[in-house]
């Protein structure tokens, strides 16, 4: 027991300029090995995480992805040590932390709703952690305003939480919890509270903040735009399970099923039966009887019926008769930024394509009838 | 006829108040006007008030009269008075020591579970006072239930007593077990409140258990704290049913005094001074609280 709290103790050495180039090999951080969390017993039990085993790497941003209720929380939580693992092993450094109590983990947490304490002043909040550890008096004052400083609170130091708007609460929170300089930081949707501008805004932030202090972050959202644009990794979960850890460009581009594919932006998914042996590429027939080629790289060898997936953006209209399938228009909607239109070409599901405003692209209403070009190269088959 | 009614919203906020008014007039104000005039007057020897006015009753509070007429301090009713504050002290800090976890506990508890314990805890408060100190003599008197095992085990002769009755110990135990309600109450009613994510935080921030109580339960519950106290403090202090009942009238308290200045010594004037100076006792610490509480909202105003 005694060891066990010495051998994680929350110091830091240097909190905040520490070079990102201090490079070699990336350590990992968290190594989670088929954790399980069940809450409840007997027929109210529900399995909130179900063998989850991924890594992840020291100063990395990497983002817990998935809908509501998935269990993102739930995985945040037994990091930070405020729920016990059911089964599994979760290791900090190398060191098995699921019989570690909370306040032993060097670990800190932003909560969603910033759980900030109300009787204490920002800067009071800020030092909390840095108290309980026992520093220096001054080199807590110096930390908090280090802190501050990084969150560009210092003119709030002596206000109370209440007295704060949405936004700064959200910084004051962010502060506090990396004062101590924890060795992995864990944030809960902290910018869900707050309106569409500053969540942006913030974003580029708290990717500056992580870059700059090195710490790594653990970053749950279930929006895949923040998780795009934000994370070095991002790990997508469904109803406990894990389904890809991956860099947002595999997750959008590669998808391992259907779940990912939906999940992380819009996808056109088309139904079909294998016509020729599986290699890189394969020939596919539909529904509606269209031959398509696909990329066949995650089809299993004695796969039968496939599930054909596409970008919306990755379809290109044309001349009626010069793309792969001709099409009808039968909606249009326009968002500012693109074009989504529906098309039907004959088969149980329509294809939907994003145009971007490109000038080149012919105009057309309802009802047209246009050439649709199903790329082999962006159309992949998904593994089962 | 339906009488007009006055068209100045002043008045006619003043009639909406009046029954209000007059019920604290009749049943407040009055009595205590009554008794603050009574204390300043001279006793008849039977009871009742000479009307001749007289300070003798505050006099009395702290000085004896000697035959010759010469006054002379006494010590006897401050002492009383000191009792009662000790008395009443120690019976607070043990309902806060037993109440706080109380409530703790219930605000633990999943929502619709919560009422069921608040009611629990508030069923004694609904019977009788007299008929539950009764039992605490029961309890703690001769032959009771916790002397009946000693001398079943011969461990306590016929004749002797532990002597846990008629004691100071009585009368603490039966002030805590009365007013516990009135701090377990506040104090839930505060906990409730509190967003057990800070706690959490406070764990994640490196608090123990111990420092995430005293750093962030116990400031947050304070306001409920702080009440539970003045709840259980005020009337302890004129407390007269316990002192009474479980001290035996051999240890006196203010309330018990008070009653003993109507009742048997037929002393007027000098019960209202001692209840008079109860109420000052009660209105200080009503100020103090008040104003203890307009900090805690300055605090956090929302
Ligand atoms: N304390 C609990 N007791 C019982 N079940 C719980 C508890 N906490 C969470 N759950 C259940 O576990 C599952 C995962 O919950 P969790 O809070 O981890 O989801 P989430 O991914 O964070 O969702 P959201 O995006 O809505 O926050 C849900 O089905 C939820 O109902
Ligand atoms: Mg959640």
């Given at each position: 027991?005694?060891?066990?709290?010495?051998?994680?103790?929350?110091?830091?050495?240097?909190?905040?300029?520490?070079?990102?180039?201090?490079?070699?090999?990336?350590?990992?951080?968290?190594?989670?090995?088929?954790?399980?969390?069940?809450?409840?017993?007997?027929?109210?039990?529900?399995?909130?995480?179900?063998?989850?085993?991924?890594?992840?790497?020291?100063?990395?941003?990497?983002?817990?992805?998935?809908?509501?209720?998935?269990?993102?929380?739930?995985?945040?939580?037994?990091?930070?040590?405020?729920?016990?693992?059911?089964?599994?092993?979760?290791?900090?450094?190398?060191?098995?932390?699921?019989?570690?109590?909370?306040?032993?983990?060097?670990?800190?947490?932003?909560?969603?709703?910033?759980?900030?304490?109300?009787?204490?002043?920002?800067?009071?909040?800020?030092?909390?952690?840095?108290?309980?550890?026992?520093?220096?008096?001054?080199?807590?004052?110096?930390?908090?305003?280090?802190?501050?400083?990084?969150?560009?609170?210092?003119?709030?130091?002596?206000?109370?939480?209440?007295?704060?708007?949405?936004?700064?609460?959200?910084?004051?929170?962010?502060?506090?919890?990396?004062?101590?300089?924890?060795?992995?930081?864990?944030?809960?949707?902290?910018?869900?509270?707050?309106?569409?501008?500053?969540?942006?805004?913030?974003?580029?932030?708290?990717?500056?903040?992580?870059?700059?202090?090195?710490?790594?972050f653990i970053f749950v959202t279930h929006d895949q735009d923040e998780a795009l644009s934000m994370s070095d990794r991002i790990a997508v979960m469904s109803e406990g399970h894990l389904q890809q850890v991956g860099t947002p460009t595999e997750i959008y581009e590669h998808p391992v099923n259907r779940f990912v594919a939906g999940f992380v932006g819009d996808a056109n998914f088309i139904e079909a039966e294998i016509a020729s042996p599986i290699g890189a590429k394969v020939t596919c027939r539909t529904r509606g009887g269209l031959e398509l080629q696909a990329d066949a790289t995650k089809a299993s060898s004695g796969q039968r019926d496939a599930v054909l997936f596409l970008r919306p953006e990755k379809v290109r209209l044309t001349e009626p008769g010069a793309g792969t399938v001709n099409g009808t228009v039968r909606d249009i909607q326009y968002l500012g930024n693109s074009t989504l239109m529906e098309i039907d070409i004959g088969e149980p599901a329509s294809v939907i394509v994003r145009q971007s405003g490109d000038v080149n692209q012919p105009a057309c209403r309802p009802g047209d009838t246009v050439g649709v070009v199903l790329d082999p190269h962006a159309l992949q088959v998904l593994a089962e | 006829m339906i009488a007009n009614l006055p068209d100045s919203p002043v008045l006619r906020r003043s009639l909406a108040l009046a029954p209000a008014l007059i019920i604290i007039g009749v049943f407040m104000l009055i009595p205590m006007v009554v008794m603050a005039i009574f204390s300043f007057l001279e006793a008849k020897s039977f009871g009742g008030v000479v009307w001749n006015f007289s300070g003798s009753a505050y006099i009395q509070l702290l000085y004896e009269r000697m035959l010759d007429d010469s006054l002379r301090l006494s010590p006897g009713y401050l002492i009383i008075i000191a009792r009662s504050f000790l008395l009443a002290f120690v019976a607070m800090v043990c309902c806060l020591i037993v109440g706080f976890p109380v409530a703790y506990f219930i605000s633990r508890q999943p929502i619709q579970h919560r009422n069921m314990w608040v009611l629990l805890i508030t069923i004694p408060f609904w019977t009788n006072q007299l008929v539950r100190t009764f039992a605490w003599i029961i309890i703690l008197g001769r032959n009771g239930v916790i002397e009946a095992p000693f001398r079943f085990a011969g461990l306590l002769g016929a004749d002797e007593t532990l002597g846990l009755m008629y004691s100071d110990f009585a009368i603490t135990v039966g002030l805590t077990y009365t007013f516990i309600p009135l701090m377990v109450l506040p104090i839930y009613a505060s906990l409730e409140k509190l967003d057990f994510s800070l706690v959490e935080a406070a764990a994640d921030l490196y608090s123990s258990r111990w420092e995430a109580f005293s750093k962030v339960i116990i400031p947050l519950a304070k306001p409920g704290i702080i009440a539970g106290c003045l709840l259980v403090f005020i009337p302890s202090l004129g407390a007269f049913i316990q002192p009474d009942l479980l001290g035996g009238g051999k240890k006196l308290m203010l309330g018990t005094l008070v009653q003993f200045q109507f009742s048997t010594a037929r002393n007027w004037p000098f019960g209202s001074a001692i209840a008079m100076i109860l109420l000052a006792f009660v209105m200080l610490f009503l100020i103090l609280y008040a104003r203890a509480a307009r900090n805690a909202k300055a605090m956090d105003l929302h």
């Open positions: 027991m005694t060891n066990k709290a010495t051998s994680v103790s929350p110091l830091h050495p240097d909190p905040v300029s520490r070079p990102i180039e201090e490079a070699g090999p990336a350590r990992t951080a968290v190594e989670l090995d088929r954790v399980g969390k069940i809450y409840g017993h007997g027929t109210t039990a529900v399995e909130a995480l179900h063998e989850i085993s991924f890594d992840i790497r020291d100063n990395e941003f990497f983002t817990l992805l998935g809908p509501s209720g998935c269990g993102k929380t739930t995985l945040l939580r037994t990091l930070a040590g405020f729920e016990h693992v059911t089964r599994g092993v979760i290791r900090l450094f190398g060191q098995d932390i699921v019989d570690v109590p909370t306040h032993k983990r060097p670990v800190n947490t932003v909560f969603q709703h910033y759980s900030l304490f109300p009787h204490m002043t920002v800067a009071d909040n800020v030092a909390y952690g840095l108290r309980r550890l026992k520093k220096p008096a001054d080199e807590i004052r110096g930390t908090v305003d280090e802190m501050l400083r990084l969150v560009k609170m210092e003119r709030f130091a002596d206000r109370l939480p209440a007295q704060l708007s949405g936004g700064q609460q959200q910084r004051v929170a962010l502060a506090r919890a990396l004062a101590p300089s924890p060795k992995v930081l864990l944030l809960d949707e902290p910018l869900s509270a707050l309106d569409l501008k500053l969540r942006q805004a913030m974003r580029q932030e708290l990717k500056q903040i992580q870059a700059r202090t090195g710490i790594t | -």
